[in-house]
């Protein structure tokens, strides 16, 4: 199976996943009876980089391969140029070693205006490059704001010939970070963040951890189907279900050991209350993938309406537990568990 067929599989594959339980339900915010607010005054916005955001809210990178992935980004950025968001798009590695630009030319930035948009480049990848300066290949034509460097061992030991030897990533992430002209973010890809592997890349020099965590796409099961019939050893099925940290247990320990650090919160977002409850556990912002890749396969106004629920679900838990702006979402809203 070549990359484009296998990037094609991610799709559709991720499209036959259902919503599940998440550790999300666990997470109960305090209801104010007397909430003091005028709702229609409820201010959402945020910084995002050095952006003001129109809530905090990014489209998570998702697919970056087949010519599929063209229509699917730009009906992406556009949603995102109407409603005053930001968006990663998904890995741009084909681009470097094959040359294919597909979904990943400059008409992503002529969509998208002037909101922020991140590149994205596998960080084992990093260890191919003949030069980092090469990344300049994935940030130039989207005029980048970030470079998104991906996590994703637990992916790639399941992928037929997946790349599995990950020395020297550390210190390739680190070159970047001393290289790159523009923030460097690095996200896992639904496995989480632990806490040594988040203080390794914050003393390398990254700029935001984003935590993704279980709940949402599970790349592992994908790649299991996608190797079905292949020269790789058979695996269970079940072994590895639970394997990882969800975003809630993620963002929770990290928050706790790097309060100062700027956490962005991914992995099974579900709607406008997943979003309150990542503010209140220490996240600046929450990314959404799996959430609108249907309505990206359909039209930008499907994505503008899916995005607009979530936000509107959002403003609905500030006026519910009583803040006039999101910013004020901290851990005090949270109710204490029992």
Same mark, same amino acid.
């Given at each position: ?5 296998? &990037? +094609? ?6 499209l036959?996943q259902?919503?599940s =339980?998440s ?5 109960r ?10 709702f229609?005054?409820?201010d ?7 952006? &003001?955001?129109s ?5 998570? =990178?998702?697919?970056?391969? @087949?010519?599929r992935a *063209?229509?699917? +980004?730009?009906?992406?950025?556009? %949603?995102? $140029? ?14 470097? /070693?094959?040359g ?7 008409t992503i ?5 002037? $909101? ?6 596998g960080a084992? +990848? ?5 030069s980092i ?10 005029e980048?704001?970030?470079i998104?460097?991906?996590?994703? @061992?637990?992916?790639e ?20 970070? =001393?290289?790159?002209?523009?923030p ?8 989480g963040?632990d806490r040594? =592997?988040?203080?390794r ?6 700029s935001?951890?984003?935590?993704a ?8 099961e994908? /790649?299991? *189907?996608l ?13 590895? &279900?639970?394997?990882g ?8 320990a990290?928050h706790?050991d790097? @309060?100062?650090s ?13 979003? %309150? ?20 396969? /359909?039209?930008t106004?499907a ?9 509107y679900e ?7 537990t ?8 901290n851990? $005090?809203?949270?109710? /204490?568990? &029992?």
């Open positions: 199976m070549n990359d484009v067929d296998r &990037k +094609n599989g991610h799709i559709d594959l991720a036959q259902q919503d =339980s550790d999300f339900d666990q997470v915010l305090r209801h104010r009876a007397l909430p003091e607010v005028n229609q005054d409820i959402l916005s945020v910084q995002f980089l050095s952006y &003001k955001l809530a905090p809210l990014f489209v998570s =990178s998702m697919t970056g391969g @087949p010519l *063209e229509r699917i +980004n730009r009906h992406l950025a556009e %949603a995102v $140029c109407e409603l005053g968001l930001a968006m990663g798009v998904g890995s741009q590695r084909i681009a470097i /070693e094959q294919k630009k597909s979904g990943m030319t400059s930035r002529d969509a998208i205006g002037r $909101c922020p948009l991140m590149a994205n480049f084992v +990848n990093l260890l191919t490059l003949k300066s090469d990344l300049g290949y994935v940030l130039d034509p989207l980048a704001d970030a998104i460097l991906h996590l994703n @061992p637990m992916q030991i399941f992928q037929c010939r997946g790349d599995t030897n990950w020395k020297g990533v550390l210190d390739a992430i680190d070159a970047v970070c =001393s290289w790159a002209p523009v460097v973010v690095v996200k896992e890809v639904g496995f963040l040594e =592997s988040a203080k890349l914050l003393d390398a020099g990254v935001v951890l984003d935590v965590g279980q709940g949402g796409t599970r790349f592992d994908i /790649e299991q *189907e190797a079905a019939g292949t020269e790789r050893p058979e695996i269970s099925n079940t072994a590895f &279900k639970n394997w940290y969800s975003t809630v247990e993620s963002l929770r990290l706790s790097f @309060p100062d700027t956490l962005w919160a991914s992995g099974g977002i579900r709607d406008g209350l997943d979003i %309150a409850k990542s503010l209140c556990l220490g996240a600046s912002a929450a990314g959404v993938a799996g959430t609108v890749l249907g309505s990206a396969l /359909e039209s106004d994505v503008i309406a899916r995005l607009s629920r979530l936000i959002l403003k609905i838990a500030c006026f519910g009583g803040v006039s702006q999101v910013t004020q979402l851990e $005090c809203q949270i109710m /204490e568990e &029992k």
